[in-house]
């Protein structure tokens, strides 16, 4: 899959975030707003993957689910909605936007590693790991 989609549906924003019971149609973000923060959530996502050349591999079964859930939260910091109840406290908009610039910074660095097969440049393979330490050299 390529740097450059989003990785959430504004449907899935819109339930997960900001419609609901007692969410008027002129307070709520329409499709087309919520598509906007989903394309600007995904751009540093697709940014720090294109950083750790993580955009042209196969990725492993689960960089799917982690994508969605950066691209959600992601999304969810930008939208402006007065009258939602979903919208995050001051606190947590702090706590979420450090939470996903470590993730950022982690897909950038190749800490956090997306392609199948392959393994975090913090943590080399099992028989790396095994045949270093038994030479003494490293893995990377």
Known sequence: ??????YVTADEVAEFWCRGEGYGATSEPTLDDINRYIRHGAARINMALR???QCTCSWNTDAEYLLRELNLIAAALLIFCPDCGGKFTADEKEFYN???GEQLEQLRTGQLELCDGETAVDYPPLASRSTASRTGTSSR
């Open 1 to 6: 899959m390529a740097c450059s989609t989003t």
């Open 98 to 100: 450090g939470w996903l």
């Open 51 to 53: 950083a750790s050349d």
